[in-house]
């Protein structure tokens, strides 16, 4: 088994959107993503298959969830089912938040074309 802590020196990093980047570290079902997002960035209206949840660690940013917005800042949660449209945008100041996946995002991992 590979060792438990997860250092920030062996975070695999990711450019998401331009302005959005994320460190990863993964499991065996589940994936965490720790989210930078620009005053400017944004993560365009997607969808996929698996569940994600969240907490803002800092800053502030747009959420919008099958169509609902609403502004998200530090210690605010969201859940978001798989196959549910979303989309984050800045708000002019950097945010970071914590996304948490299950199952395990194979797009996301060091093999997947960026």
């Not at 302005?19 to 944004?42: N, Y």
């Not at 979303?86 to 093999?111: C, K, M, N, Q, W």
Request: charge should be negative; proline fraction near 11%; aromatic fraction near 8%.
């Amino acid at each position: 088994m590979a060792s438990p802590f997860i250092t920030a020196d062996r975070f695999f990093r990711r450019s998401l959107a331009p302005g959005v980047d994320a460190e990863l570290a993964w499991g065996e079902k589940i994936l965490l993503s720790r989210v930078s997002i620009a005053p400017d960035g944004v993560v365009p209206l997607h969808s996929h298959p698996h569940e994600q949840a969240g907490v803002c660690l800092s800053g502030e940013f747009d959420l919008d969830v099958d169509g609902e917005t609403r502004r998200i800042g530090p210690g605010d949660m969201y859940l978001i089912p798989g196959g549910t449209p979303h989309s984050a945008r800045g708000v002019g100041v950097p945010a970071v938040t914590l996304d948490i996946f299950s199952p395990l995002r194979e797009d996301y991992l060091p093999s997947a074309p960026a």
